[in-house]
């Protein structure tokens, strides 16, 4: 049986900004049928159709549901087409995609391990949990065995052979925010070859990019560096598609990998329905939708102040929060003063950390910023040289800026690059 969006019992959280066709179709969960348009992400249709929880912590047995909105947190994984641990926040909906939730014990209805919480209130010793008699142990192992894995294995083996390509550009861009497309412009003007990659899929690139996306290779995330063999490694992930692993060797490489989206430590922050206000701004930004729902940004500085106007509603300051209420879903926020305000999203907006991970790799320094490892580098953005590359950084990655400033930046260190190159040619 099949049914349609039951707005009655879980209302949509946004609306679709005029104009914007709501022309296909995702099956969630087996039988409800969710729509969506063009270029939505897999979160922003479930989300949109008022479906927070969509798995379960695998320790806690918790709900869970999409936290970051970019990528990062790994709250969103879902099962895609028979596929496990799909990233909802990074997947674009294709009509007649199927959805589910993992790690749950039941496909649908109440997850009955869901009581853990309840019955280990104090922590579960499950080194000697149901060790004894045997018959007992052979039933835990059976489950522990379906709860500890991310989901189940495939229904099949993915279509097509995973392909390698080979790229020896003159630079690698990682990152395609403001810092990584001002940096690439001028180096594709300058005549360089220039491999740019981001994590985004195509359709969500040039939602906020525009045509300068169209350089840019998307859904294609680096996951390696190996200095000694002078390679970068990224994987090309398309769903239905086979992926491509991709071996680059660049002269230089400009990292403007951006920056993450942490937790505000507070009761109740992994309630589904808390989610990161700058992933919230993107999601509808790159959806065309707007708030149905009435919402709160907890939060405090420059930050939290830009996405509540961009939100349009009420920041709170986080010393003033009691807890986030809710269970499935957020249902409210209780103040320390006794006034509660029902909501039903919670957008939280602590100051973003650098996401440095990948520069370390490559051997980059770091320093402790405002909440995180900011990149440093020299004043024209250089971070380390090797034998084989040149390691530049730019914008967010060094020290939270915000767009403008990150623009700015990137502009700047691009030019930077360009005269280096240059240089090493004379
Ligand atoms: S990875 Fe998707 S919400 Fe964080």
């Not at 249709?45 to 549901?65: D, I, M, Q």
Request: net charge positive; proline share 8%.
């Amino acid at each position: 049986v099949v049914r349609p969006d039951r707005l009655a019992d879980s209302p949509p959280l946004f609306r679709s900004r005029p104009g914007a066709a709501r022309a296909l179709t995702l099956r969630w969960d087996r039988d409800r049928l969710v729509s969506a348009s063009e270029g939505d992400t897999v979160s922003a249709a479930l989300l949109g159709a008022g479906v927070l929880a969509t798995s379960r912590s695998l320790k806690y047995r918790r709900h869970r549901g999409p936290y970051c909105l970019q990528g990062d947190c790994g709250t969103c994984l879902v099962r895609i087409d028979g596929r496990p641990n799909a990233r909802a926040c990074m997947t674009p909906v294709r009509d007649g995609m199927r959805v589910e939730p993992q790690n749950r014990l039941l496909p649908v209805g109440p997850d009955p391990t869901a009581l853990v919480d309840e019955v280990f209130v104090h922590g579960m010793d499950h080194h000697h949990l149901m060790v004894r008699p045997r018959v007992a142990n052979l039933l835990m192992q059976e489950v522990a065995r379906g709860l500890a894995g991310l989901g189940r294995l495939p229904d099949r083996p993915p279509e097509g052979t995973s392909k390698n390509r080979h790229h020896t550009p003159d630079v690698l861009v990682i990152g395609a925010g403001p810092a990584g497309l001002a940096a690439a412009s001028p180096l594709v003007r300058g005549g360089l070859s220039v491999l740019h990659v981001d994590r985004i899929d195509p359709a969500g690139l040039r939602a906020t990019a525009g045509s300068s996306a169209d350089r840019v290779l998307g859904s294609t995330g680096v996951f390696g560096v190996y200095p000694e063999e002078g390679i970068w490694a990224a994987t090309t992930r398309v769903p239905g598609s086979a992926d491509v692993l991709h071996v680059v060797r660049p002269s230089h490489v400009v990292v403007a990998t951006g920056s993450r989206n942490p937790m505000l430590l507070l009761p109740g922050n992994d309630v589904p329905g808390v989610v990161s206000a700058r992933g919230l701004v993107a999601l509808l930004q790159r959806c065309k939708l707007e708030l149905a729902a009435p919402a709160v940004v907890i939060g405090r500085g420059s930050h939290a102040e830009l996405v509540g106007r961009v939100l349009d509603v009420e920041v709170l300051e986080p010393s003033d929060i009691e807890r986030i209420e809710g269970r499935r879903a957020v249902t409210g926020v209780r103040l320390r003063d006794g006034r509660r305000i029902a909501c039903r999203l919670v957008a939280l907006a602590a100051t973003p950390a650098p996401a440095s991970d990948l520069p370390r790799q490559a051997g980059a320094q770091v320093r402790w910023h405002d909440g995180g490892f900011a990149v440093r580098r020299d004043d024209d953005g250089r971070c380390t040289r090797s034998p084989s590359w040149t390691l530049w950084a730019t914008g967010d990655v060094c020290g939270w800026m915000g767009p403008q400033e990150a623009e700015r930046d990137g502009r700047r260190i691009g030019a930077a690059v360009l005269a280096a190159c240059r240089g090493a040619a004379r």
